[in-house]
């Protein structure tokens, strides 16, 4: 069994500023924050059915619930349809990160999973492994060395209209001509 060596998440997290990032060639991928606006993928897995226990002469069975399963449905690509715009998303669609989509779709389903009252403790315990293997988590990007990019030029022009609308008013503009009186 080998022993020793570096772990996932393991010691402090890298610094991209620090100077040994720098002899190492760490840089972090910058994702673009307004988030990935192209085509979005065919959710791959199957449609999840959705089954309800019903009792008839004192036997228990299931049953297929069509409405739950549509509603299910439904949500999943939703929440399919919003995973896909997010930063992370413009790293999802490159081709070296193809092999990746089944476990964004998993993530979907999982939690789907979770905002049910069948959800149970390992459901949730996946959800957060998901998310961290797909980089929706905090150390999940970290481990994947993308950053959300700040987009500073946005931010200085949604602050222009605030400076615009507020008219400076100057001195000569508070004096007042008394009439003759």
């Not at 910058?30 to 990935?36: C, D, H, K, N, V």
């Not at 309800?52 to 002469?57: L, Y």
């Not at 990746?100 to 979770?114: K, L």
Request: glycine share 8%.
């Amino acid at each position: 069994m080998p022993r020793g060596g570096a772990r996932n998440r393991s010691g402090p997290t890298a610094n991209p500023d620090s100077g040994r990032s720098d002899r190492r060639g760490y840089k972090l991928t910058a994702l673009p924050a307004e988030g990935y606006d192209g085509a979005v993928p065919k959710f791959p897995l199957m449609p999840r059915r959705v089954y309800r226990w019903e009792t008839e002469d004192k036997r228990r069975f299931q049953v297929l619930d069509e409405e739950t399963t549509e509603l299910v449905a439904d949500r999943e690509a939703e929440l399919w349809e919003w995973a896909w715009r997010t930063p992370q998303a413009c790293a999802w669609s490159l081709p070296s990160e193809s092999w990746r989509i089944n476990t964004i779709a998993m993530w979907v389903r999982t939690f789907v999973i979770c905002e049910s009252a069948e959800a149970t403790a390992a459901d949730k315990g996946s959800l957060h492994r998901f998310a961290d293997q797909i980089g929706l988590t905090t150390a999940g990007l970290a481990e994947m060395g993308w950053a959300v990019a700040v987009d500073e030029v946005g931010a200085k022009r949604a602050d222009q209209p605030k400076q615009r609308a507020a008219k400076r008013v100057s001195s000569r503009d508070r004096l007042k001509v008394v009439g003759d009186a």
